[in-house]
């Protein structure tokens, strides 16, 4: 049986000429079905449309306690370098998503004040259906919303510094330029990082970019050997050019306490 993809590519130019309006058409009619019947999938479209150039990660796929050892390993150094202090933590939860971040954060730090992030409008009404308690809060991923919590000891950027990363390997894309160039990266990681008190941690886990290839490199240095090798997409230089071989990098960076 003749599939409707082998009539696409078909060598007779007549063929392809008649089926080109029926496959975009097809396209259209579901494209238009999903916005219909895909609460999801419509909040994703009005990032695409009205928040194109805040937004990095647009897909809302989390899950509860994602990353136990980078969690114990932030943990472990927070609580060391901290527990003199009579203050509790400030976390940062940048692109929470649903919460589930948010949620498995409180059971690292049980004391701590959590704030979670988030552009997406229905992934933030799911955050604020949870039932939590009074040191957590969702609020709206703005610039000004974000300091308006701060400063933070901890800003934890979780597989949120990346554009669509399975279809980047899926296509055998070689650049990012055109879809989510290093500087839009870089922009929102120096607005991030005067947030962040000295000694604080900053970490940016499953990104297609690199902290140390931006302007604030100098001013962190990497906690353990922590890294994403085990990640699965295509990584990009500054350039906005795929690594390839790809490198591993650091994924947990502790901010200077002295940057002279």
């Given at each position: 049986m003749v599939t409707a993809r082998q009539l696409k590519h078909s060598k007779h130019p007549l063929v392809r000429l008649a089926v080109y309006p029926l496959a975009k058409g097809?396209?259209?009619a579901h494209i238009l079905k999903r916005g219909m019947t895909d609460p999801n999938y419509r909040s994703?479209?009005?990032l695409r449309l009205f928040n194109r150039q805040q937004v990095h990660q647009t897909s809302s796929t989390t899950l509860l306690n994602r990353y136990p050892i980078l969690f114990h390993a932030c943990r472990n150094y927070l609580y060391n370098h901290y527990k003199a202090t009579q203050e509790p933590l400030n976390i940062l939860s940048f692109g929470c998503s649903t919460g589930e971040e948010v949620l498995s954060l409180r059971q690292y730090f049980p004391n701590a004040r959590i704030v979670g992030a988030e552009i997406n409008l229905r992934s933030l009404a799911i955050c604020r259906s949870h039932p939590v308690d009074d040191k957590i809060s969702f609020i709206y991923s703005s610039p000004e919303e974000i300091q308006k919590h701060g400063p933070y000891?901890?800003?934890?950027?979780?597989?949120?510094?990346q554009r669509k990363p399975m279809d980047t390997a899926r296509k055998g894309i070689r650049s990012l330029k055109n879809i989510y160039p290093f500087e839009r990266f870089q922009e929102q990681i120096e607005r991030l990082d005067p947030l962040l008190r000295p000694d604080g941690l900053l970490i940016v886990h499953f990104s297609q970019y690199n902290v140390q290839d931006t302007s604030i490199?100098?001013?962190?240095?990497p906690l353990g050997n922590y890294n994403q090798d085990d990640y699965q997409s295509p990584i990009f230089d500054r350039n906005s050019n795929i690594i390839d071989p790809p490198v591993s990098w650091n994924s947990i960076h502790i901010k200077k306490s002295s940057l002279s």
């Open positions: 097809w396209r259209m994703i479209i009005r000891d901890a800003i934890f950027c979780m597989a949120v510094m490199a100098g001013r962190y240095v």
